[in-house]
């Protein structure tokens, strides 16, 4: 009997291991992400439309921090046209909520967009663990 149970704890480890790994891999994909929808210019201010989705279980009360830089296709070259970092957005977005939201960048000079795309890197908290930040990031060096 005693060989029986010996024998068994490492296959119990091994599979408490592999539910650990599954579980951590899972949590590591939950997280707050930005979508653009569109961005447009009014004036000089570059408006950039789109969404939070909480891709997480949390409730998410508050981004610390949001940078964006917004680049345009330019005779088939990215060009950077403005960057932004925008700080302390109060909002809340349930557990796999979404959320639409605008971001006005001032004093740009108007140029036609045709294609564009939107490099994000954001920092946030869930409403019952302020004293962590989570960060997430897209196409951010």
């Known amino acids: 009997m005693k060989q029986a149970v010996n024998r068994s704890i490492p296959v119990i480890?091994?599979?408490?291991?592999?539910l650990?790994?599954?579980i951590s891999t899972a949590s590591a994909d939950q997280q707050l992400r930005w979508k653009t929808e569109r961005?447009?210019?009014?004036?000089?201010?570059?408006?950039?439309?789109?969404?939070?989705h909480n891709d997480t279980p949390y409730l998410i009360d508050h981004v610390n921090e949001f940078r964006?830089?917004?680049?345009?296709?330019?005779h088939d070259d990215w060009q950077q046209i403005a960057s932004a970092t925008f700080r302390d957005i109060d909002i809340v977005i349930r557990p796999e909520g979404t959320k639409p939201f605008t971001f006005r960048i001032h004093e740009v000079e108007p140029r036609h967009i045709e294609k564009w795309k939107v490099d994000t890197w954001m920092e946030y908290?869930?409403?019952?663990?302020?004293?962590?930040?989570y960060?997430?990031?897209e196409n951010w060096d």
């Open 125 to 133: 908290h869930y409403q019952h663990k302020r004293d962590q930040r």
């Open 135 to 137: 960060r997430h990031h």
């Open 39 to 52: 961005v447009y210019f009014k004036g000089d201010t570059l408006h950039v439309e789109g969404f939070f």
């Open 20 to 22: 650990f790994t599954l």
């Open 68 to 74: 964006a830089r917004v680049k345009r296709l330019h």
């Open 13 to 18: 480890v091994l599979i408490l291991i592999a």
